[in-house]
């Protein structure tokens, strides 16, 4: 009995640590949105920010009508962003796989919680992984992960390399049922070196599958699963289901912080039973392996007009001992930007969003 309780308590964050990493994490002051596409006709998407040197940057996702590129922002404070580039443009051969969609997301990152946030090497290189696609619009078509990489300084505007094909795609031999249907979303790779999975690199993705109850197949289900890999090109699934997912809607977008013994994973929820609209969340693990998930108050909700449709897609930093949320802002005219709260009131953005939008709905 005693040997069954120890694995136990090491599987499952008890409520009083949720609730500590609750009060450690929170931002109720709600800054307003820091970066804005040029125009009407694009929407920009899904944070993720480092450092380098004595600067901020932040890669981030363009849509366009064709499809996502990734972007590159610079910022001295966190709160002031200028946009520099596009690092990962849409494909003049458009019989690549990936052609018509790049969405980026910086992989082996430092995940120290209040660290230095720097972005580290693997075999000489900086790395990215991506959600790609071969059908131009808004996510249409099959969607795989492929991975990037640059030996360049990533904190300047270039085109980054790419490996010839997918290394996940949702037709591999090994897909699980909570991730078969075809799209395979955002990715965050770490590097774990105690190998608490038995692996160096570990990969968080969501994925769209089928639901559990068979007469809700129509509906939209998406859950974050694992994988892992050895040299970070060749990757595998070690587990049946889904690591974090609820009974309905969207449990997506990982990002992995570390505060002490604690893996912290930000994600986002959409459509739930019991939850209105889109909100950001978070879920524990020990092992990366087991999560406990937060059963508490949204980490980031609808509350303001630049997001009064949806408030989600995190990215979470601590600095200073301020804690900055970056998320997904989205206005009832499917504007979309990218906006920060934070821990302590730091005042209010002057940005916003251009009066007359040009409509164009899309799923989250």
Same mark, same amino acid.
């Given at each position: ?9 090491? #599987? ?13 994490? $929170? ?27 004595? $600067? ?32 990962? @443009? ?19 990152? /430092?995940?120290?919680?209040?660290? &230095?946030? =720097?972005? &580290?090497?693997?075999?000489?290189? !900086?790395?990215? +992984? !991506? ?10 078509? *099959? ?6 990489? #640059?030996?360049? /300084? ?9 490996? *010839? ?14 991730? &078969? ?5 955002? @990715? ?6 105690? =190998? ?21 197949? #129509? ?11 050895? /040299?970070?090109?060749?990757? =595998?699934?070690?587990?049946? /289901? *889904?690591?974090?997912?609820? *009974? ?31 909100? &950001? ?13 937060? %059963? ?5 909700? +609808? ?10 897609? +995190?990215?979470?930093? =601590? ?22 709260? %934070? ?5 209010? +953005?002057?940005? #916003? ?5 040009? @409509? ?5």
């Amino acid at each position: 009995m005693a040997v069954v309780f120890a694995q136990k308590a090491k #599987t499952v964050v008890p409520q009083s640590e949720m609730e500590r990493v609750y009060e450690e994490v $929170k931002t109720p002051y709600k800054y307003g949105l820091v970066l804005m596409p040029s125009n009407n006709s694009k929407k920009t998407d899904c944070p993720t920010v480092f450092r380098k040197g004595n $600067k901020w940057y932040m890669t981030y996702l363009v849509f366009d009508g064709r499809g996502y590129e990734t972007w590159l922002a610079e910022s001295k404070d966190l709160l002031n962003w200028e946009h520099k580039g596009t690092i990962m @443009s849409f494909s003049k051969d458009t019989t690549l796989w990936d052609a018509h969609q790049k969405a980026g997301y910086l992989a082996l990152q /430092d995940y120290k919680w209040g660290g &230095n946030y =720097k972005l &580290n090497k693997y075999d000489g290189k !900086y790395w990215m +992984s !991506y959600f790609g696609g071969n059908s131009p619009g808004y996510e249409q078509g *099959p969607l795989s992960i492929g991975l990037a990489y #640059t030996k360049q /300084d990533p904190s300047k505007v270039h085109e980054w390399q790419r490996l *010839p094909k997918p290394v996940l795609t949702p037709n591999d031999p090994d897909v699980g049922w909570w991730e &078969n249907r075809n799209k395979l979303f955002k @990715s965050t790779v770490i590097r774990d070196k105690d =190998k608490k999975t038995g692996y160096p690199f570990v990969m968080y993705y969501n994925a769209v599958g089928d639901s559990l109850e068979n007469n809700l197949k #129509t509906r939209w289900y998406e859950r974050i699963g694992m994988a892992v890999s050895d /040299d970070m090109v060749t990757w =595998k699934r070690i587990m049946k /289901d *889904p690591v974090v997912h609820h *009974p309905m809607g969207i449990t997506g977008d990982p990002v992995i912080q570390q505060i002490g013994d604690l893996y912290v994973m930000f994600y986002f929820g959409a459509f739930w039973k019991d939850r209105k609209g889109a909100f &950001n969340r978070f879920a524990c693990s020990y092992d990366l392996v087991n999560w406990t998930d937060w %059963t508490g108050e949204n980490l980031i909700e +609808s509350s303001e007009p630049y997001d009064e449709q949806y408030a989600h897609k +995190s990215f979470v930093v =601590k600095h200073k001992g301020v804690v900055y949320h970056f998320y997904n802002a989205v206005n009832k005219k499917e504007q979309r930007g990218i906006a920060v709260a %934070t821990s302590k009131d730091m005042g209010k +953005s002057k940005l #916003t969003f251009n009066a007359e939008p040009e @409509s164009e709905a899309i799923r989250e």
